[in-house]
């Protein structure tokens, strides 16, 4: 019953897109999630992460397993090609990817823009989150989705062309240098 008063009060994220303002920030979201959320669910909110750590964690939300799942086999994917293209070796845990994965992490790749690419990523990002929505939108694990959909669309606007170059040409500097450790967490 709690989360229905806590979606009730939290503004649509639909139709928004890089340009427009966001109408709640996470700090306000994580404040409601205290003051609506049991102890369990609160500490599952707590557990969203963009970056899910490579080994896996169970998670008690399928909408925040299903996206820690996802979003390791998109990082791994990206780093296997990657590798693949600049002949190094990489060990992933997973063996094979869904076609539709690979399709997207190829396309990623051969975007000569690293902020072109990242948009694409985010795109994809954000559909894929899409296929998660549950179907009972006064849910907790409807909470957890509009958490992860908050936070996906605060990174995007947090891009900076100058300053993503820089972190693109460290990343890709380690990663020649043999340091894999900012390929995935």
Do not use: H
Not at 68 to 77: P, T
Not at 92 to 110: H, K, N, Y
Not at 153 to 172: C, M, P, V
């Amino acid at each position: 019953m709690a989360e229905y008063y806590l979606i009730s009060q939290l503004p649509s994220l639909d139709g928004i897109n890089e340009n427009t303002p966001l109408p709640i920030t996470s700090e306000r979201f994580e404040e409601l999630c205290q003051r609506f959320l049991g102890k369990k669910a609160q500490l599952e909110s707590e557990r969203i992460t963009l970056s899910p750590p490579r080994t896996p964690e169970k998670a008690a939300s399928s909408v925040i397993e299903g996206w820690n799942e996802g979003e390791r086999a998109l990082r791994l994917a990206l780093a296997r090609l990657r590798a693949d293209k600049m002949n190094k070796s990489f060990d992933a845990d997973i063996q094979s990817f869904s076609p539709v994965l690979m399709q997207a992490v190829r396309t990623a790749v051969e975007i000569e823009s690293p902020m072109e690419a990242e948009k694409f990523l985010n795109k994809y990002r954000l559909d894929f989150l899409e296929t998660l929505r549950p179907m009972d939108s006064f849910s907790e694990d409807f909470v957890f989705y509009y958490g992860l959909k908050l936070r996906l669309l605060e990174r995007i606007r947090k891009f900076d062309e100058e300053s993503g170059e820089t972190a693109y040409r460290n990343i890709y500097d380690s990663i020649m240098n043999g340091d894999r450790s900012e390929v995935i967490q």
